[in-house]
């Protein structure tokens, strides 16, 4: 089937900076959008960033100038780059992809999940 695997989480100092990547692998015909969502404790999931194939790019408010998301259609991965990190941006960050996918018999539409990687940002 298809699979979203993210890496590059940790932790990071405030200030510094930490790279996020997600891969998407399997029966893939075409990816939509891509984008990264977090959710810290006790809150609700939030939209960080989001890209379309052709693109076209999004931001939540709290993170406009100091995250950049991109995208590499032909490895069907998406990146989010974390600048001037601060520690309420401490989360677990999920990538999320509309994905065009080969079903049983025939091709589906589907929204996909990565698994979540853990974000602390704290000296």
């Known amino acids: 089937q298809v699979q979203l695997v993210e890496s590059g989480g940790g932790l990071v100092q405030p200030g510094g900076s930490l790279r996020l990547s997600c891969a998407a692998s399997?029966?893939?015909?075409?990816?939509?959008?891509m984008g990264w969502y977090r959710q810290a404790p006790g809150k609700q999931r939030e939209l960080v960033a989001d890209?379309?194939?052709?693109?076209?790019?999004n931001y939540a408010d709290s993170v406009k100038d100091r995250f950049t998301i991109t995208r590499e259609n032909a490895k069907n991965t998406v990146y989010l780059q974390m600048n001037s990190a601060k520690p309420e941006q401490t989360a677990v960050y999920s990538c999320?992809?509309?994905?065009?996918?080969?079903?049983?018999?025939?091709?589906?539409?589907?929204?996909?999940w990565g698994q979540g990687t853990q974000v602390t940002v704290s000296s």
């Open positions: 999320k992809a509309a994905i065009v996918h080969l079903g049983s018999t025939s091709y589906e539409f589907s929204d996909y």
């Open positions: 399997g029966s893939i015909f075409s990816i939509n959008s």
């Open positions: 890209i379309t194939s052709g693109g076209s790019t």
